[in-house]
């Protein structure tokens, strides 16, 4: 059975700081994985997806993260934390059957 | 283009009663897929439809069921609603099934309290 882990419900970062958003998958199948951000009384909006072509993956609003088979991570970065950024971050995973398996969230606050 | 739209975005129900949330999904999108968002279990799949005929379900009572119509529209119905059915619900469509190496595009949500 596919898995998501993301450690960490909530992380802080300072204006400018590194953002680093961690999800560990299980899948017994190559994966699917996806990066989806929550804005307040907002649906999910696509940051970046991996589906087995480059193992770093560069999305919207300059995150980026990178696929590690051998540690089964796909963890979301972002150089320089903005005040926009503060929302609820989802990691998941599918094994293409059309369902995805999401991870708990972690909400992100940045502080000026 | 118009991305995902559901309607309505709020709505307010009675326990026992019944409900049905709509989604349109982008145009040429042939898959509707349908998912459950509750601060106590995060976000759960419900069941996905392509082509008018739903190909995965998930662990959800026969309470929970869903249609597609041949313009790619999709409805949930909830009967008999409980306390617990109140949640976001989130509509997401993609272009082809399965559609996970294309990519899945979300709607807004319906935010339904039982009262």
Same mark, same amino acid.
Request: glycine letters at 8%; proline letters at 4%; hydrophobic letters at 30%.
């Given at each position: 059975?596919?898995?998501?882990?993301?450690?960490?419900?909530?992380?802080?970062?300072?204006?400018?700081?590194?953002?680093?958003?961690?999800?560990?998958?299980?899948?017994?199948?190559?994966?699917?994985?996806?990066?989806?951000?929550?804005?307040?009384?907002?649906?999910?909006?696509?940051?970046?997806?991996?589906?087995?072509?480059?193992?770093?993956?560069?999305?919207?609003?300059?995150?980026?993260?990178?696929?590690?088979?051998?540690?089964?991570?796909?963890?979301?970065?972002?150089?320089?934390?903005?005040?926009?950024?503060?929302?609820?971050?989802?990691?998941?995973?599918?094994?293409?059957?059309?369902?995805?398996?999401?991870?708990?969230?972690?909400?992100?606050?940045?502080?000026? | 283009?118009?991305?995902? #739209? *559901?309607?309505?975005?709020?709505?307010?129900?009675? &326990?026992?009663?019944?409900?049905?949330? $709509?989604? +349109?999904?982008?145009?040429?999108?042939?898959?509707?897929?349908?998912?459950?968002?509750?601060?106590?279990?995060?976000?759960?799949?419900?069941?996905?439809?392509?082509?008018? #005929? *739903?190909?995965?379900?998930?662990?959800?009572?026969? &309470?929970?069921?869903?249609?597609?119509? $041949?313009? +790619?529209?999709?409805?949930?119905?909830?009967?008999?609603?409980?306390?617990?059915?109140?949640?976001?619900?989130?509509?997401?469509?993609?272009?082809?099934?399965?559609?996970?190496?294309?990519?899945?595009?979300?709607?807004?949500?319906? &935010?339904?309290?039982?009262?």
């Amino acid at each position: 059975a596919q898995s998501v882990t993301q450690l960490g419900s909530h992380v802080s970062v300072s204006e400018g700081a590194l953002v680093l958003l961690r999800c560990n998958y299980s899948s017994s199948v190559p994966p699917y994985l996806f990066w989806y951000v929550q804005y307040p009384n907002q649906g999910l909006q696509l940051l970046l997806k991996y589906t087995s072509a480059a193992t770093l993956v560069k999305g919207i609003n300059g995150f980026e993260a990178e696929f590690k088979k051998s540690e089964t991570s796909f963890h979301l970065t972002k150089p320089s934390a903005h005040m926009s950024d503060a929302a609820e971050y989802f990691c998941a995973v599918s094994d293409n059957t059309d369902k995805l398996i999401f991870g708990t969230g972690t909400r992100l606050q940045v502080f000026p | 283009k118009a991305g995902v #739209t *559901q309607t309505p975005r709020y709505l307010i129900k009675t &326990r026992g009663q019944q409900v049905t949330l $709509s989604c +349109s999904p982008i145009s040429g999108h042939r898959s509707v897929s349908w998912y459950q968002q509750t601060p106590g279990q995060g976000l759960q799949f419900l069941f996905e439809y392509f082509s008018e #005929t *739903q190909r995965n379900k998930g662990n959800f009572p026969g &309470r929970f069921s869903g249609r597609q119509f $041949s313009n +790619s529209r999709s409805e949930m119905n909830v009967s008999t609603l409980e306390l617990g059915d109140s949640a976001l619900y989130l509509c997401a469509s993609s272009l082809q099934t399965p559609g996970s190496s294309y990519g899945y595009t979300f709607g807004s949500g319906t &935010r339904l309290t039982v009262v």
